[in-house]
């Protein structure tokens, strides 16, 4: 695989989810919406309703193709939500946008299945599952719909994750669990094209493991479905900047402009605007 693989993995890629056809035929951007009180990197200040709504046509104004939903932290150490309480967060979020007639599908960034349905009976078009349909009824979740997923890989949970993350060998872990997830979600009859896969950076990786599978990016393609990458803000930029949550944008931005070079279809990122810019330069230049 050459260096920087953009040009060969772009052309003529549809995502399917619900009643969207996503075109990743160029890099696109997944806008952040928390609804979380504990949320890392905006200190959940999006937590109300009326405020996340904002926020979500906000990110839809500043460009972003999709919008992901999420009501539980996924950040090291972050205590779980109770379903009920989960529900109450994201639900009315998405009946709100919905009402609205928003352009872009909404992802729903959940692990549990009764989330799950809740939140594409509400008009969710996509399930972003960190735990990659582990939990027992998530992929007849997904399957007996007609969202799109996002498989993520983790080791560990959110819980012990970054404890002592090990690998014999981080690519070949991560590229056999996506392929087994992945041929699970066929076999349950979901169509290829509403299957995107996520190494999950940062999640039960080191700095050195993040790095190899950022570069192992052409790799994971051979898998034949779109990925979708997350940095943006995450502690490894902070590592590599030394700089705090608040003063990774730069950083961030990089992060997504090499993802997509290396051939990512959709970056999740907070900072949308800044985001789709630096993208837009990245399929001019092609
Ligand atoms: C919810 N969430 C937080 N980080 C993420 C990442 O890197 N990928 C996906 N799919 N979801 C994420």
New binding site residues.
């Given amino acids: 695989m050459p260096a920087f693989v953009f040009w060969e993995t772009h052309f003529s890629m549809l995502f399917q989810c619900g009643r969207f056809q996503l075109d990743l035929s160029s890099p696109k951007v997944m806008g ?1 919406v928390n609804v979380t009180p504990d949320s890392f990197s905006d200190g959940g200040q999006y937590q109300h309703v009326e405020v996340a709504v904002a926020h979500a046509l906000d990110l839809i104004a500043q460009g972003a193709a999709v919008l ?1 939903i ?1 009501g539980e932290s ?1 950040r090291p150490n972050a205590t779980p939500v109770p379903l009920d309480e989960e529900l109450q967060r994201v639900i009315p979020v998405i009946e709100a946008l919905v009402a609205r007639e928003i352009p872009v599908p909404i992802s729903i ?1 959940t692990y549990k299945p009764a989330v799950m349905r809740a939140a594409i009976a509400a008009g969710a078009s996509i399930v ?1 599952d ?1 735990r990659g349909l582990q939990e027992e009824g998530a992929l007849a979740a997904v399957a007996q719909s007609t969202a799109g997923v ?1 498989i ?1 890989h983790m080791q560990g949970t959110p819980q012990t994750m970054q404890q002592d993350p090990h690998y014999e060998d981080v690519v070949a872990e991560v590229t056999a669990f996506l392929r087994t997830q992945r041929d699970a979600c066929l076999a349950a009859g979901v169509a290829p094209q509403r299957i995107m896969l ?1 190494p ?4 039960g990786k080191t700095r050195a493991h993040n790095i190899a599978l950022a570069k192992a990016l052409p790799t994971l393609l051979t898998l034949g479905c779109p990925l ?4 943006s803000r ?1 502690s490894v930029l902070g590592q590599m900047t030394g700089n705090d949550v608040d003063a990774r944008l730069h950083a961030s931005v990089a992060a997504a402009v090499i993802s997509a070079m290396q051939g990512a279809h959709l970056l ?1 990122v907070h900072d949308v605007k800044a985001t789709v810019e630096a993208l837009k330069v990245v399929t001019a230049l092609k």
Avoid: Q
């Fill in positions: 952040i992901d999420g996924t960034d972003n960190v996002c993520m996520d999950g950076f940062g999640f979708l990458v997350g940095l995450k999740r």
